[in-house]
């Protein structure tokens, strides 16, 4: 249980401010995960908190309680902040520490960066001087922590100048660079159920795996956001985070224990073996006609690689990854497809292979596709699969990704923090595939991707599980 706590939001009348934070900071009360919060948010639109806050209750899940909502409503404070203004930051520190003093608080606080990353550095050395946050030994009983959403840099260069901006101020146990993929539920799981299912982890191996897919497929456009988008694209935006992160977590080694910085070591150590072998890129129609997206723009809209992890477990495993927007269905899934087994013993030859899927979105779901006789006196085989459906069990109690996440900050857990050798691996990868100037081709709104991403499939010897 934490008691007096202080959020403070820079860029609080965005979207994600109003789409994931307020209902995440909400669902920390109503399920009481967190006692007497203050929320000081500011942003450069003249607005209020009452009106930010009216806009953000509809993305609340399933009905509201109203004493838990009443009481982020009362608990929080907004001030006009422009973020290269001084005075403006200290406004915003006095702002909190009159409301932190009036309550009694003992100056625990979470500053969330809630913009582009390319402000990150500017918005730490104006909350340090400001006086918003301050660098703490971690033995203080007073607890201050800052932090950054995803893409943390747009390469391996702005990447390292950030983070040696950020670590002349902090301490690195007060830095959190997050990624919410890292908090979503089965995400969270993932290493528990390799390690802790003895029928999975002995087969977890080039002997019995014959490739990995990892799929980030959305139906969305770039929506309002295409000046951000626009100068990162897919690569930067899902592939050098989420998707590598899952990738990480699917071929780590098994750690000593399942958190903190136990987890953070085997991530970090296997981003360092993976590399690319072949991609493709595509770019929806009509993507240039997008909100503050430039005429003629070569950003990729979808991605397609196949990359390796060079190791001696998994040697000789493709891992497959695609993701893309405007593409025809919403899922985040990962197949692991198994080897055939030898069919010199049964009819059906080759044999088909068997699947653990693990579904993170819509639903949070894993199956596990086995071989059974079909019913009769046939030999004829059928595919039987066992399903569970976790989101579907818990739905009451599952926390969004981003209530998980600013749960984990506040109790200082650290395995949801990315370590900054992660980051630096995943934007050396990132950097060398973007630098071979992969193929871009268009493809239509709502298909499965251009029409070359099958030939692709084909030249590798594989198939999209679908
Ligand atoms: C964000 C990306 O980090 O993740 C978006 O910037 C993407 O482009 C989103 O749509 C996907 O996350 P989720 O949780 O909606 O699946």
Redesign the pocket.
């Known amino acids: 249980m934490n008691k007096g706590i202080t959020v403070i939001i820079l860029g609080a009348s965005g979207d994600l401010s109003k789409k994931k934070l307020f209902p995440a900071l909400y669902t920390l009360l109503a399920q009481e995960r967190v006692h007497d919060m203050l929320v000081v948010g500011g942003a450069i639109e003249d607005t209020t908190s009452a009106a930010i806050l009216a806009d953000s209750k509809q993305y609340v899940a399933g009905p509201v309680q109203e004493p838990a909502w009443d009481s982020l409503v009362k608990n929080t404070y907004y001030q006009r902040l422009d973020f290269s203004s001084a005075a403006d930051f200290k406004a915003l520190a006095r702002l909190a520490e009159k409301e932190e003093k009036k309550r009694g608080f003992p100056g625990n606080r979470l500053v969330y960066c809630a913009c582009a990353p390319t402000f990150f550095c500017q918005l730490t050395e104006q909350s340090a001087a400001a006086g918003l946050i301050r660098k703490l030994d971690e033995k203080e009983t007073v607890w201050q922590r800052m932090v950054y959403e995803?893409p943390f840099g747009h390469d391996l260069a702005s990447a390292h100048t950030m983070n040696t901006c950020i670590q002349k101020l902090l301490d690195e146990h007060q830095v959190y660079r997050i990624d919410?993929?890292l908090t979503?539920d089965l995400v969270s799981n993932l290493a528990l159920i390799r390690f802790s299912n003895c029928i999975f982890e002995p087969l977890w191996n080039n002997r019995y795996i014959d490739n990995v897919q990892i799929i980030?497929s959305?139906q969305?456009s770039v929506e309002r956001?295409g000046l951000y988008?626009d100068k990162y694209g897919a690569l930067r935006?899902?592939v050098q985070?989420?998707m590598l992160e899952l990738l990480a977590l699917i071929a780590m080694e098994a750690p000593e224990k399942l958190e903190g910085d136990f987890i953070r070591v085997r991530r970090a150590r296997v981003l360092e073996q993976v590399h690319f072998v072949d991609g493709l890129l595509g770019q929806y129609e009509g993507y240039c006609n997008e909100g503050s997206v430039a005429p003629g723009s070569t950003t990729e809209t979808f991605a397609e690689l196949y990359l390796t992890v060079d190791n001696p477990r998994w040697t000789g495993v493709p891992f497959y990854l695609k993701t893309g927007?405007c593409l025809n269905k919403r899922e985040?899934v990962i197949h692991i497809k198994f080897k055939q087994v030898d069919c010199l013993l049964t009819k059906n030859c080759p044999s088909e292979s068997n699947y653990l899927t693990i579904r993170i979105?819509p639903e949070e779901s894993f199956m596990l596709t086995l071989n059974a006789r079909k019913p009769g006196h046939s030999m004829e085989w059928i595919p039987m699969t066992l399903e569970y459906c976790h989101s579907c069990d818990y739905k009451q109690s599952m926390p969004t990704?981003h209530a998980a996440l600013l749960d984990a900050v506040i109790h200082g857990e650290q395995s949801v923090s990315v370590r900054f050798d992660e980051i630096e691996s995943c934007w050396k990868l990132i950097d060398a595939i973007r630098a071979k100037q992969l193929p871009l081709y268009t493809y239509a709104k709502g298909s499965t991707g251009p029409k070359e991403a099958q030939q692709f499939a084909r030249k590798h010897g594989f198939r999209w599980r679908s």
Do not use: G, Q, W
């Open positions: 995803k919410h993929f979503k980030l959305e969305d956001r988008y935006d899902v985070n989420h927007k985040t979105s990704a």
